[in-house]
């Protein structure tokens, strides 16, 4: 795959160092009857350690022009050609044991998407390893009423128990990013609340942020619920989301949920 050249289009920056590959691989302590799922692998440098640790592997690449050479030369590889965020996690193609692991060299311009849809997925998914541009690891793990606590912060707190791990240097890549990059571990270990529906719950946070500057009522006001009577609530409305805790998010979705139609 010596000729093969990273697209800017899929947002594709090799990974090089076996140092990073293998630490990456070490946080998920693996067992080789694990079922693993790799997103992107590329030239298959992290498939080729993965191999050495587990039975069999599932990948999914999107870049048409790998698939063959990735064939060949892993034949123990199941590779499904898809995109990872229009897959069917209870359908995926050669994975018969759940929950699964998920890591990956993400594309840079898919990180949002690929995140997302984890959280979608999260019933299939035990713990994710994921290398990402460094400015949206700090959002999944900002603290309240700093620049980085958004939308990513609620829903991974709410959802998981998430560790920027370290950042790696731009010198493991090519072609070398312009941005600083950093190793995240998520594990989906935590307890949803049953009474709460989890697409709400998604919609709440994301409309609650949608005007970030702005009062929540006012947030919300610009919202899929424009509509939705607020006299009642017990939450400060002219908060901004920024300064609203996991809790407050609750309520808001719960009110939602037993006073607004749709």
């Known amino acids: 795959?010596?000729?093969?050249?990273?697209?800017?289009?899929?947002?594709?920056?090799?990974?090089?160092?076996?140092?990073?590959?293998?630490?990456?691989?070490?946080?998920?302590?693996?067992?080789?009857?694990?079922?693993?799922?790799?997103?992107?692998?590329?030239?298959?440098?992290?498939?080729?350690?993965?191999?050495?640790?587990?039975?069999?592997?599932?990948?999914?690449?999107?870049?048409?022009?790998?698939?063959?050479?990735?064939?060949?030369?892993?034949?123990?590889?199941?590779?499904?050609?898809?995109?990872?965020?229009?897959?069917?996690f209870k359908q995926l193609s050669g994975i018969t044991n759940y929950p699964i692991k998920?890591?990956?060299?993400?594309?840079?311009?898919?990180?949002?998407?690929?995140?997302?849809?984890?959280?979608?997925?999260?019933?299939?998914?035990?713990?994710?390893?994921?290398?990402?541009?460094?400015?949206?690891?700090?959002?999944?793990?900002?603290?309240?009423?700093?620049?980085?606590?958004?939308?990513l912060t609620i829903l991974f707190t709410y959802f998981s128990t998430a560790k920027l791990v370290y950042k790696v240097s731009r010198n493991v890549f090519f072609p070398k990013p312009n941005i600083e990059s950093a190793i995240v571990h998520i594990k989906f270990n935590k307890e949803e609340k049953k009474s709460i529906n989890r697409e709400l719950f998604i919609k709440v946070v994301k409309a609650s942020f949608g005007n970030r500057r702005k009062t929540l009522k006012n947030s919300l006001s610009n919202s899929i619920f424009k509509n939705c009577d607020f006299s009642k609530i017990e939450l400060s409305l002219t908060k901004r989301a920024e300064e609203l805790n996991i809790d407050d998010f609750i309520k808001l979705t719960e009110y939602i949920q037993l006073n607004c139609d749709g």
């Open 102 to 151: 998920v890591i990956g060299n993400i594309p840079f311009n898919l990180t949002g998407d690929v995140l997302f849809k984890s959280i979608y997925e999260k019933d299939f998914i035990s713990e994710v390893v994921l290398l990402m541009p460094f400015d949206i690891a700090k959002r999944i793990v900002a603290k309240k009423k700093t620049k980085e606590y958004g939308i």
């Open 1 to 88: 795959m010596k000729n093969i050249k990273p697209l800017k289009r899929f947002g594709q920056n090799y990974l090089t160092d076996k140092n990073t590959i293998n630490k990456m691989i070490d946080i998920l302590n693996l067992q080789s009857n694990d079922s693993v799922l790799e997103l992107g692998p590329g030239k298959g440098s992290i498939t080729e350690e993965l191999l050495k640790k587990l039975k069999k592997l599932t990948a999914i690449e999107i870049d048409t022009r790998v698939i063959e050479e990735l064939k060949n030369k892993f034949p123990k590889l199941n590779l499904i050609q898809n995109d990872f965020t229009k897959i069917s």
